[in-house]
């Protein structure tokens, strides 16, 4: 029974590395897939375990940029005039170091308004209707903006382009990712869009945006349960473990080819065909909630 459990997770963690970077609401997936590979885990770790897998898919953004995300590099390697100081050799990259002071601009919004209220959106709007109408009316948005940027030249083509106001309008936008269904990838992207980033400098943007903020949601939510384990409420055995373990394992090892994947999509295609897909996705959503009774 526990290999039938292993089967499921892996099943999990290819729909979280995927979704998760493309603009299509791993959350819409993740109810859908929850009907249908139901885990034999505790409410209590399911709700973490959704949350905690997506440090797999995190890694695989620190794998893959890690040289432009990293600020620290030997003072020799660093280009003329990109140096922000060194200590023994060690230089900081004033480039990278401006480019992390843009993503935490960016992160702010949804981090405050996240922490006073990612409760009572859970409450009010974690249900397949608001998932589906979200999934819907940002998908019809997609297409919308796709045919109005059509023949039309972005202002910013390269993530080093979007400067601090710009990083904050997209930070704005991300916040509408609380509600569950809309897709915190979607959100940036389509907002990045609306302020004229070009499509691959959107998703790079919102790729490095993810870190700080799927990290913080991960340790708090880890924490959380770790608390919940520690007062009793919770059980937390080697079979929880391992089920956490693979699905990282997996979200990260899936996420190296979504991300690799839209980054080649997006230089020769619209965001158009994910609209679709997300009002697809809508109306399979809102069909199983109709027929499922619930």
Not at 162 to 169: D, K
Not at 207 to 233: E, I, R
Request: aromatic letters at 12%; charged letters at 15%; a neutral charge.
């Amino acid at each position: 029974m526990f290999f039938i459990e292993i089967i499921k997770t892996i099943l999990i963690g290819i729909v979280q590395g995927i979704t998760e970077w493309l603009p299509v609401s791993s959350t819409g997936h993740m109810i859908l897939l929850n009907d249908l590979l139901h885990l034999h885990v505790s409410d209590g770790f399911w709700e973490m375990f959704e949350v905690v897998i997506q440090l797999g898919s995190i890694l695989a953004v620190v794998v893959l940029y890690f040289s432009r995300l990293n600020p620290f590099a030997f003072k020799k390697n660093i280009e003329a005039g990109d140096a922000l100081c060194s200590v023994g050799g060690v230089g900081l990259k004033k480039r990278t170091v401006v480019l992390w002071l843009k993503v935490l601009v960016a992160a702010l919004p949804a981090a405050v308004i996240g922490l006073l209220f990612d409760d009572w959106f859970d409450a009010h709007f974690y249900n397949s209707i608001v998932v589906s109408v979200a999934l819907i009316v940002y998908g019809v948005l997609f297409i919308v903006i796709e045919r109005l940027h059509r023949g039309k030249d972005f202002r910013m083509n390269r993530v080093e382009d979007i400067g601090f106001g710009t990083a904050l309008g997209i930070g704005i936008f991300q916040v509408l990712s609380l509600v569950p269904g809309t897709s915190r990838s979607g959100s940036t992207i389509l907002g990045a869009s609306i302020l004229s980033v070009s499509r691959p400098a959107a998703a790079e943007f919102s790729f490095f945006l993810a870190v700080p903020v799927m990290l913080g949601a991960s340790l708090l939510k880890g924490v959380g349960f770790v608390g919940d384990v520690a007062s009793g409420a919770e059980v937390f055995g080697a079979g929880e473990v391992i089920i956490l373990l693979v699905g990282c394992a997996v979200a990260f090892a899936v996420s190296l080819a979504a991300i690799r994947f839209l980054m080649d999509f997006v230089k020769r295609h619209s965001f158009a065909a994910f609209g679709v897909y997300r009002i697809l996705l809508g109306a399979v959503v809102l069909a199983v909630w109709l027929f499922g009774g619930r």
